[in-house]
Structure formats: C-alpha cells, structure tokens
T-cell receptor, first 116, second 110 residues
Framework: AQKVTQAQTEISVVEKEDVTLDCVYE???????LFWYKQPPSGELVFLIR??????QNEISGRYSWNFQKSTSSFNFTITASQVVDSAVYFC?????????????FGEGTQLTVNP | EPEVTQTPSHQVTQMGQEVILRCVPI?????FYWYRQILGQKVEFLVS????????KSEIFDDQFSVERPDGSNFTLKIRSTKLEDSAMYFC????????FGPGTRLTVT
C-alpha cells in the first residue's frame, strides 16, 4: 500500500522568510514517482514538479527547490524568500510505476500562509 | 497552453437526484481520472480510465458511480442517487506523463 504523510498541517511565515514543507512517503515499489501540487484559494490543483525514484538529484526552479532522499523516504519542498502569493495548500503525492492506472496518492496537505 | 476543462463549476442538487459532471481532457492524453476532495480534506482517487475502460477504482467508487467517454472528447462522472456525503469538489485529470487537473466542480447535495 502507498501512503504519503505531510506532518505539518499549517505553517505561517512572514514574507521573505524561507520555508520547508515536509513529505514522507511509503511504498513497496522500486519504481515510483513523487509530485508536489499547489492549491491556491481559488481551488485548482497546479502541478509543480515530478521526480522519479531513480533520480535523487535535487532540483531548483526559481525560488522553489526540492530535496529527494530515498534513504529517509522524504521529498521536501523549500520556498526561498516566500511571497504572499505563495499562500496556498501544498500537496505531496505518490504514484506507482508505469501501470495503466497509476493513481496518485495524496498527503493531507500543508496550509502555508505568508503574511506581509 | 492546453488545459483540462470541467463543467459546471458548481452544481447544487437534492439528495437522491442524479448528477453528471463533465470534463474535457487534454486532447493527446491517454489516461483519465476522477478525484474528489471533501472540504478541508485531502484529494482522494476515485477512478482511472484508459483505452475506453476503467483501469482502476477505489473503494469510494461504488455502484452509485459510473464513468463514460461518450464521444472521444468528453469524460463524464455520473452519480446515480446523490447522498449528502457526496458533497465535495470533484476534479478531473488527464495524463500523458504528468496528471493535469481541471479546475474542479463543486458539488453540493442538500
């Protein structure tokens, strides 16, 4: 069975602070994919990143960076110099390898509030 | 940029009524999904659809639910007899590599 845990229910920071959102996953598959999605107050789900289980290289995209560590089954997400527009719920998700269904299993989400 | 679209954005229905939620996936995508999100909770998988048939479904997706791709572009979710606990945001998604989500339909059952 797959499971994703986001232990931080809510985080509140002041603008320009760095913030890290934690994600821990469980799976018995050797091939899997990890994702982060952003859900702003308007409600849509915005794809941010996908990593596969064979690629532990950390990734940076502008103010966003992701730290994937298989040894601790974690896929953490850091926002540098946070902005008010970063306020949203962030979901980490896991997908098994390339089967035809390949459902996403989501964590509970972390509500990030960035205050001016 | 292509996107997944969903209609209606908000649907209010009475308990026991049938509803059909509609989605237009991205045109070259091969896999289609429905998820739901009860207010304030996580996103939950309902069903996946590939090659004109259900490829996987969750325990939530019972006999009250059905999916269809009637015309090669639309992808629908039908709930035959709605219950109060069906009130949620329903997201359609389609995938080639990544799953891209539609904006959701908020279903309110009264």
């Amino acid at each position: 069975a797959q499971k994703v845990t986001q232990a931080q229910t809510e985080i509140s920071v002041v603008e320009k602070e760095d913030v890290t959102l934690d994600c821990v996953y469980e799976t018995r598959d050797t091939t899997y994919y990890l994702f982060w999605y952003k859900q702003p107050p308007s409600g849509e789900l915005v794809f941010l990143i996908r990593r596969n289980s064979f690629d532990e290289q950390n990734e940076i995209s502008g103010r966003y960076s992701w730290n994937f560590q298989k040894s601790t089954s974690s896929f953490n997400f850091t926002i540098t110099a946070s902005q008010v527009v970063d306020s949203a719920v962030y979901f980490c998700a896991l997908r098994q390898g390339e089967t035809s269904g390949s459902r996403l299993t989501f964590g509970e989400g972390t509500q990030l509030t960035v205050n001016p | 940029e292509p996107e997944v679209t969903q209609t209606p954005s908000h649907q209010v229905t009475q308990m026991g009524q049938e509803v059909i939620l509609r989605c237009v996936p991205i045109s070259n995508h091969l896999y289609f999904y429905w998820y739901r999100q009860i207010l304030g909770q996580k996103v939950e998988f309902l069903v996946s659809f590939y090659n004109n048939e259900i490829s996987e479904k969750s325990e939530i997706f019972d006999d009250q639910f059905s999916v269809e791709r009637p015309d090669g572009s639309n992808f629908t979710l039908k709930i035959r007899s709605t219950k109060l606990e069906d009130s949620a945001m329903y997201f359609c998604a389609s995938r080639y590599y990544e799953q891209y989500f539609g904006p959701g339909t908020r279903l309110t059952v009264t």
